[in-house]
């Protein structure tokens, strides 16, 4: 939980009007985010830690207990190269 993550110098991450969606932007196309996938990946600066995103998140939406599915989604998200991270 200690690790920085940020998204991948590869991809831009940005909000589309039209798509109504958070999206990553890269050369050969687009990856049309969910709103959960879209909300972490917002926090995802390269600053934060993975735990102050969780807390960040927590606090948000409300919602406890979310540690492990964000660590989940960080996994899959560095394993398709959208997400760099260093360790705090």
Known sequence: ???RPR???RFRLQWEDAQQAWVLLYPEGMVKL?????EILARCNGER???EVVQDLEQAFGASNLAAEVVAFID???KQQWVEAQDA
């Open 7 to 9: 998204v991948s110098r």
């Open 76 to 78: 899959m998200a560095r």
């Open 34 to 38: 969910n709103r959960s996938a879209g």
């Open 49 to 51: 830690t993975l735990a």
């Open 1 to 3: 939980m200690n690790q």
